[in-house]
Each structure stands twice: as structure tokens, then as C-alpha cells.
């Protein structure tokens, strides 16, 4: 079955999407994406998705599609249909979708800068490569990141796609034989993984890095926050140290797709007893249930 993508206001098949050359996003790495989950034909959390990238465009200053000129989305209530039109066309029930949206082709020399192209919206789906079922079970083996996160960098708490340090700190861990490498700041605070955010549970409670580290403030991370209040269990958000991390017993992470992974090693430090830990499984398998009932089919 041939492949179908969305691209500003059309679903079309994946081998006819084009985009400019002169694009922002292939030009200049300017863009907002965001990485979605579907279970058995709905959306995981949808619309904060969609409030964060909307939020981080204007905290950008890119343009957001805003009228229906040339068939683009112009509301949260367009990408959401957009979303769903994608699944339909791939017959997807279970997906991993990615929507994109970038500034669209920028002037070239000589152009006016008065009319802006306007943004180029994808959305694309394909079915979910799930982790493997034993790093669920066993846990993670995580690096430290050589590179330090920086507070005063424009696109920290943002998901854009100048992602290339990323995937630079993800190929630096993998010749470590790690899954994921958690960054620092430049003052030395836990911030996140390379593509999720970091738990850890210490003294019996449980800790995660402020927004305003900065982290990228991830749905699944809004959703373990909400379940461990619903459920008795101690939270904190605040800064969190080399040595507070490293004396935790236990770490996970937290993803769309990787939804609630157990953290055992730290490089070759060993943590806690080596297994997923109590806190770890109890939260991994309310997120379950709460998957279960935000997707069930009469949702």
C-alpha cells in the first residue's frame, strides 16, 4: 500500500510531497515538530501537542498558518483533522505521526520581504517501532552527555528541528553501548534526554527538573505529574545534581513513543538494585490505563 502524507492542505501520496528548495526548514533548520503517539485510531493527548507547538511559535516568532489561503490549516481544530486524515489514508490504527510546520521558502536576495511565503505544514504517519520488550523489562543503560545544555539559548524548551547535537549526543551514547545520554546544563543541573524527559525517585519521592531549567515540556512528563497527584505519590519539581541523580534508586524517562522507561544503569553505575523499581512499574502501569482510557474507541 502506497504511503499518503499531508502537506499544506492536501493528502497526497509520499512520493509526490514536494517541498521548496528555498524552504526555511531545509535552508535554515527553522521549524517546530512534534512527535505523536496513536492508539487504536486516536491520538494520545492531541491537543497539548498542539498547544505546545502553537505556544512555542509564538514564543519564536514563526508563523503559524493563519487563514485557509492556498488549502494550509488555520486553526489547532485543522491540524487536529489534518491528523486524522493521515491516519485514515495509511489505514494506521496503532501509528507513530510527526507533524512538522516551518516558515515556509525564505527571500531570496533581492526579494521583498514585505508579502512572507507562507508555512509549510506536513504531517506524516507510519506504524509504531516499538523498543525492545527486554529494555522494559531489564531497564536502560543511559550516558552522561559530553555537551551541556544552555538556559540562554533561544530554542532551549523547545522542540524545533535543529536537532543535530541531539542525534550527535545519541551517536556518542550508542558508542558507550547506551540507549539515551541525559544532558546538563552549563551550571551542572539535570535537564533531560537527548528525545524524552527524566524522573527519578530518591528518599521514596519522586523529582523531575523544572521547566525552567530549561526542559522541553514533554505531554507524557504532564501526564506522570498528573497521575502521581491522583495517586498519592510524592513530587517534586526542582534542580537536580550529578550527585543526587547518581545516589537515586531509581530513574526513568518518558516519551510518546517511549512512553515509561526504566533507567537501570547510569554509563557503568549501577542504579539502585539494577531492576525497574516499584515506583517506576506502579506509574508505568497507571500511564497504561490512562492510555487505555483517553484512546478507548468511545473516548
Known amino acids: 500500500m502506497p504511503e499518503f502524507v499531508f502537506l ?16 526555511a526548514g531545509f535552508t535554515h533548520a527553522a521549524g517546530l515538530f512534534e512527535t505523536l503517539r496513536a492508539y487504536d485510531g486516536k491520538v494520545m493527548r492531541l491537543d497539548d501537542h498542539l498547544d505546545r507547538l502553537i505556544h512555542s511559535a509564538a514564543q519564536l516568532g514563526l508563523q503559524m498558518p ?22 485514515q489514508a495509511n489505514r494506521l490504527r496503532d501509528a507513530r505521526l510527526r507533524l512538522t510546520i516551518t516558515p515556509g521558502s525564505v527571500p ?23 523498543y525492545p520488550a527486554e529494555l522494559y523489562r531489564h531497564g536502560m543503560r543511559v550516558a552522561i552527555c ?15 528541528l535543529a536537532y543535530l547535537p ?16 541525559l544532558w546538563f546544563t552549563t551550571d551542572n543541573h539535570l535537564a533531560e534526554g537527548s528525545i524524552c524527559n527524566v524522573f527519578i525517585v530518591r528518599d521514596g519521592a519522586l523529582s523531575t527538573p523544572p521547566l525552567d531549567t530549561p526542559v522541553l515540556p514533554g505531554v507524557v512528563r504532564k501526564a506522570v505529574i498528573e497521575l502521581s497527584r491522583e495517586n498519592d505519590i510524592a513530587l517534586t519539581e526542582e534542580p537536580i545534581l550529578i550527585e543526587t541523580l547518581l545516589t537515586a534508586s531509581e530513574v526513568f524517562l518518558t516519551g510518546s513513543v517511549l512512553e515509561i522507561m526504566p533507567v537501570t544503569f547510569i554509563e557503568r553505575h549501577q542504579v539502585g538494585e539494577g531492576v525497574p523499581g516499584p515506583t517506576t512499574v506502579r506509574l508505568a502501569d497507571l500511564y497504561r490505563h490512562l492510555v487505555a ?7
Do not use: W
Open 66 to 87: 493563519a487563514s485557509m489561503e492556498a488549502g494550509l490549516p488555520s486553526s489547532k481544530g485543522d491540524l487536529r483533522r489534518a491528523a486524522y486524515e493521515v491516519l
Open 8 to 23: 499544506n492542505g492536501r493528502i497526497v501520496p509520499a512520493d509526490q510531497a514536494l517541498v521548496s528548495v528555498f524552504d
Open 293 to 299: 482510557k483517553e484512546c478507548a474507541p468511545d473516548a
Open 108 to 130: 531570496r536576495p533581492g526579494q521583498s520581504m514585505e508579502h512572507p511565503a507562507p508555512p509549510s505544514v506536513l504531517i506524516t504517519a507510519g506504524p509504531v517501532q516499538p
Open 166 to 181: 541531539r542525534l550527535l549526543a545519541m551517536k556518542e551514547a550508542a558508542a558507550r553501548k547506551c540507549n539515551e545520554a
Open 146 to 160: 559530553p555537551y551541556k545544555q544552555n538556559r540562554f539559548d533561544p530554542l532551549a524548551g523547545h522542540k524545533t
